[in-house]
């Protein structure tokens, strides 16, 4: 695979080092997943947690999972110049880095939205100019950072849902005392967990990622004004890689052209 992001290289951006994205980030064995967690101990950072995916020898935590990816999103976020936000998702999901799975796919959506708006320019949000930030950047990536991998079967959540919402939160600076702010973040995330859920299937993080684009840019058109580009894949590429089986045909991103 090429540079994730021809914009901005990083010392991460274009390893030979290609990561395992279905397997055991240590030994490559299958993992397992359970429905109830077991205490097993990280071994990379040596901390004892609850541990719902692992191999027969090994555990790796969340932190030590996507440390290194997490820093390559946020890092790639700050100086890319793209205004399509699936452009910027495909090429961080395509990192040698990044795991087929997990966490650092809630990074990727709300990086992907909050770039595409920052290098799209001002827009209106409730009558006064707004321009998106590196320091909105930042905010949102912290925000996705505390969302756990397997939210969608542990919480019946996908991250992706509240990383759409963690924008429209940003943009609207919506609090629990808010109102209409709080009501329009809400809305935004339920809008895209409905999406991913009737998608169906094993859970695919690449599905989910840009089943949540589509959506955030048209709730962006719709409250703001916003009209980002819109595009599709052309062939997803990920298929071989599913840990959980890919559902091909039957999944809107298999063989779709632009």
């Known amino acids: 695979m090429g540079c994730c992001n021809k914009e901005a290289k990083t010392d991460n951006c274009c390893s030979d080092r290609k990561a395992d994205i279905a397997n055991c980030m ?32 090994h555990f790796i935590c969340d932190s030590c999972h996507n440390q290194e990816i997490n820093q390559v999103i946020e890092s790639v976020a700050l ?3 793209t205004k399509n936000p699936l452009e910027f998702a495909e ?13 650092s796919h809630h990074l990727v ?8 708006l920052k290098n799209n320019g001002s827009f209106q949000v409730e009558g006064s100019p707004r321009e998106v930030t590196n320091a909105d950047i930042k ?6 950072k505390k969302v756990p991998s397997s939210s969608c079967a542990d919480y019946g959540s996908c991250g992706v849902g509240p990383g759409v919402g963690a924008v429209f939160s940003i943009l609207y600076q919506a609090t629990c005392a808010k109102d209409r702010e709080r009501t329009l973040t809400m809305r935004a995330t339920n809008a895209t967990l409905t999406a991913v859920t009737n998608k ?10 840009r089943t949540a684009l589509e959506v955030g840019i048209e709730l962006l058109k719709e ?15 990920f298929p071989a890689q599913h840990p959980h089986s890919c559902k091909g045909e039957a999944c809107s991103y298999f063989g779709v052209a632009n």
């Open 139 to 144: 905010e949102g990536i912290r925000r996705m």
């Open 223 to 237: 409250d703001f004004g916003v009209q980002l580009p819109v595009s599709r894949i052309r062939n997803c590429q």
């Open 26 to 57: 240590v030994c490559d064995s299958e993992l397992i997943y359970k429905s109830q967690p077991v205490d097993k101990e990280c071994y990379y950072c040596g901390k004892e947690k609850p541990a719902t995916i692992y191999c027969t020898d």
């Open 200 to 209: 169906g299937g094993p859970g695919c993080c690449k599905q989910s990622v």
């Open 91 to 103: 090429r961080m999901m395509a990192h040698p880095n990044m795991p087929f799975l997990g966490g």
């Open 109 to 116: 959506i709300t990086s992907a939205l909050l770039v595409a």
């Open 79 to 81: 100086k890319s110049k």
